[in-house]
T-cell receptor, first 112, second 115 residues
Framework: DQQVKQNSPSLSVQEGRISILNCDYT??????FLWYKKYPAEGPTFLIS?????DKNEDGRFTVFLNKSAKHLSLHIVPSQPGDSAVYFC???????????FGTGTSLTVIP | DAGVIQSPRHEVTEMGQEVTLRCKPI?????LFWYRQTMMRGLELLIY????????DSGMPEDRFSAKMPNASFSTLKIQPSEPRDSAVYFC?????????????FGSGTRLTVV
């Protein structure tokens, strides 16, 4: 049973515009969330995180928003650049244990 | 730091054969994770170890899959016998047990094709 869901398998955005990637989760015990970025033939790499005590975390062009009541988080990339084209995974960790559960990924294409 | 090292990068095998995937975690990391990536399920956790001890193997699909971590610097994931539906990219990742807020460091993966 998929506890972390990314319902959009792909997204295309024009360079310079905003990219919004969405993620939903079902387990109310999740209290820490990450976004990973993955290029072809490479492993995923950490992008940005957010704790459940916050509703927003920003790092340069990347901002993650968390809506705990809706069990929803989103990643905003502004402005989008062609180098942002990759697969993005969201991941969530329960308040017990150190394992992260990943979504199915969203493939972002930024069109020059 | 060489990162998490996985071998082989690619493996093509015939159905019924035994397959062994290998992983060397980052030195000093005491948690190790095996994930499988498929289109349908994304990154699926198979098993993870803390301090070389298996903690949760509930994600291992069936008895054909087994994983070991004989020491802090080496882990294997074995499939015996392999089946075409096992074809996927398998990732190994590691982290420090008490410092997983930056997630894991992943290896480059092993692309397994079972024909």
């Amino acid at each position: 049973d998929q506890q972390v869901k990314q319902n959009s398998p792909s997204l295309s955005v024009q360079e310079g515009r905003i990219s919004i990637l969405n993620c939903d989760y079902t387990n109310s015990m999740f209290d820490y969330f990450l976004w990973y970025k993955k290029y072809p033939a490479e492993g995923p790499t950490f992008l940005i995180s957010i704790s459940s005590i916050k509703d927003k975390n920003e790092d340069g062009r990347f901002t993650v928003f968390l809506n705990k009541s809706a069990k929803h988080l989103s990643l905003h990339i502004v402005p989008s650049q062609p180098g942002d084209s990759a697969v993005y995974f969201c991941a969530a960790r329960p308040n017990t244990g150190n394992q992260f559960y990943f979504g199915t990924g969203t493939s972002l294409t930024v069109i020059p | 730091d060489a990162g998490v090292i996985q071998s082989p990068r690619h493996e093509v095998t015939e159905m019924g054969q035994e397959v062994t995937l290998r992983c060397k975690p980052i030195s000093g990391h005491n948690s190790l994770f095996w994930y499988r990536q498929t289109m349908m399920r994304g990154l699926e956790l198979l098993i993870y170890f803390n301090n070389n001890v298996p903690i949760d193997d509930s994600g291992m699909p069936e008895d054909r899959f087994s994983a070991k971590m004989p020491n802090a610097s080496f882990s294997t994931l074995k499939i015996q016998p392999s089946e075409p539906r096992d074809s996927a990219v398998y990732f190994c990742a590691s982290s420090r047990l008490l410092d997983s807020n930056y997630g894991y460091t992943f290896g480059s993966g092993t692309r397994l094709t079972v024909v």
